[in-house]
C-alpha cells in the first residue's frame, strides 16, 4: 500500500454504499437546488435562511484565506511579538522599531492580528495579546508547532503533485526513521530536533493523560516510543511509588536517560534503546503507553508493535493508547483536514478512526478495548486495552 491510499472506504462512512437510494436522490435535488443560479440571491433575501448564507459565506471566505491566516500567525511567531507583548502593551512605533520592519508595514501585521484575535487593541495604537494570541505567548511546545507547520506547508505549496506521488516531501526528511529503522548512523542533529519538537509540544497531551485515567493502579509502566521522556517524568513527578520504562530507538534512549538523571530520576525511570520493528520490547511493565505513535506506522508495522507490547505484558496488563484520531466528534478538522495530509507528507502511517484501532488491538490478543473518555480530543483521544 502506497502511503497515499488511505483506505477510506474501508472506514465505511466515506464510501457512502449504505446510504438508502430515496437518501441519494434527495441529496442530489438539495446539490441541483443549492447550485441553481438563483439560490443565492433567494437565499439572501429571505430574512430565515439569510443568517445561514450568511455565516457559510464567512466560512467560506476563511477556507480561502486560510494559508494568509496561517501566515499571520507564523510572522508574529517568527518576530516574537507575541512574547514581547506578554510583557504588556506597547505601540506600533515601539513593536516596528523592536521588529526592525516599517511602521506602515507592520501595521498591516498588527491589524490582520487583531482581526484574528491574535492582537486586542488596548488604546489608539497600543497593541496587547488577544485571546488566541495568549496561549501562543505562553506555551513554547505550539510556537516550536507552529514553526514547525511551515515544512509542510511548503510540501503542500503544490497538493495535487502531493497526493500524485510526484514531489519528493520536506516532511520525510524531518523525521529520520522514516528511512528505517537502524541506519548505519543515525543524524543526531535530526533526532535531537524532533525529539525537542515533541517533547515541547507533549505537554497538552500529558495534561489529558493525567486528567482521565488512574495511574496509581499499576506498579511499572512503559512508554513505547517515548522521545526523550517528557511524559515518564511527568508520570514519575505526579506518581511517586510507580517504576518507569521507555524504550525508543537508541539515540532518543540516550536523551530520555540523560532527562531521568537531570530530573533525579536514574533510580526509577530508565530508558532503552531498539526500535519495536526488529527487537523484542523489554518486560516487566503492568502498563504500557503509546502515545502519538501508532498514527506513524502502516498497518503492518502497527499490528506487530501491538503483537509485541501484548507478548512484553503480564495477565492482566493494560495498553493505554493516546494519539489523534479521525472522525473525533469536536476535532473534526484537525483530524480529518489536517493530520490526514501531515502524514500523507511525512510519507508513512495514517489517521485511524476509534474502530480502526480497536480492531488492531483485538487483533493483536487484547480482550477487552474501551474508550477513555477526556477533556480535549482535539489533543488525543484514549483507548485502554487489557491482556487477559
Ligand atoms: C511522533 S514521536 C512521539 C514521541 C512521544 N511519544 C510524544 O508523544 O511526544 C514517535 C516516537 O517514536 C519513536 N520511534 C519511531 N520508530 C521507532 C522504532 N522503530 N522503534 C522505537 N521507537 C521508534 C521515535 O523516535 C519518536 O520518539
Given at each position: 500500500m502506497t502511503p497515499k491510499s488511505l483506505d477510506l472506504a474501508k472506514a465505511g462512512k466515506h464510501s457512502g454504499e449504505s446510504r438508502p437510494s430515496w437518501r441519494n436522490q434527495l441529496d442530489k435535488r438539495i446539490d441541483a437546488w443549492m447550485t441553481a443560479p438563483g439560490f443565492y440571491r433567494w437565499a439572501i433575501s429571505n430574512p430565515i435562511t439569510r443568517w445561514i448564507t450568511r455565516r457559510r459565506a464567512s466560512q467560506l471566505f476563511n477556507l480561502m484565506a486560510g494559508f494568509v491566516h496561517s501566515q499571520v500567525l507564523l510572522s508574529c511567531v517568527r518576530l516574537s511579538l507575541l512574547e514581547k507583548l506578554r510583557e504588556g502593551p506597547q505601540t506600533l512605533h515601539q513593536l516596528a522599531q523592536a521588529c526592525e520592519i516599517s511602521a506602515p508595514a507592520l501595521q498591516r501585521l498588527l491589524h490582520a492580528a487583531v482581526s484574528l484575535r491574535l492582537l486586542e487593541l488596548r488604546g489608539p495604537n497600543l497593541y496587547g495579546l488577544g485571546a488566541l494570541g495568549a496561549p501562543v505567548a505562553a506555551d513554547v511546545g505550539l510556537r516550536l508547532m507552529i514553526e514547525h507547520n511551515a515544512v509542510l506547508f511548503d510540501d503542500m505549496r503544490d497538493t495535487v503533485a502531493l497526493l500524485r506521488d510526484e514531489i519528493q516531501p520536506h516532511m520525510q526528511a524531518y523525521w529520520p526513521y522514516m528511512n528505517g529503522?537502524?541506519?548505519?548512523?543515525?543524524?543526531t542533529d535530526k533526532v535531537a530536533r524532533y525529539s525537542e519538537l515533541m517533547s515541547t509540544s507533549q505537554r497538552f497531551v500529558i495534561e489529558e493523560l493525567l486528567a482521565s485515567y488512574d495511574f496509581s493502579r499499576h506498579r511499572c509502566v512503559m512508554d513505547v516510543g517515548g522521545g526523550q521522556g517528557g511524559w515518564i517524568t511527568a508520570l514519575a513527578q505526579q506518581h511517586t511509588d510507580l517504576q518507569l520504562m521507555l524504550f525508543d530507538l537508541p539515540p532518543v534512549a540516550a536523551l530520555a536517560n540523560a532527562r531521568f538523571q537531570a530530573n533525579g530520576l536514574g533510580g526509577r525511570a530508565s530508558a532503552l534503546g531498539g526500535s519495536f520493528i526488529s527487537d523484542p520490547l523489554p518486560k516487566g511493565a503492568d502498563l504500557v503507553t503509546l502515545v502519538r505513535?501508532?498514527?506513524?506506522?502502516p498497518d503492518a508495522t502497527v499490528k506487530a508493535l501491538l503483537k509485541s507490547i501484548y507478548q512484553a505484558l503480564p495477565a492482566g496488563g493494560m495498553l493505554l493508547l493516546a494519539e489523534p484520531m479521525a472522525e473525533a466528534s469536536g476535532a473534526h478538522s484537525m483530524g480529518d483536514a489536517y493530520f490526514h495530509f501531515y502524514l500523507l507528507a511525512m510519507g508513512s502511517g495514517r489517521l485511524r478512526t476509534p474502530q480502526e484501532l480497536k480492531s488492531l488491538i483485538s487483533e493483536a490478543g487484547f480482550s477487552r478495548v474501551v474508550d477513555v473518555a477526556n477533556?480535549?480530543?482535539?489533543h488525543t483521544r484514549l483507548l485502554l486495552a487489557q491482556k487477559n
Open positions: 529503522d537502524k541506519p548505519p548512523t543515525w543524524e505513535v501508532a498514527h506513524d506506522h477533556p480535549m480530543p482535539l
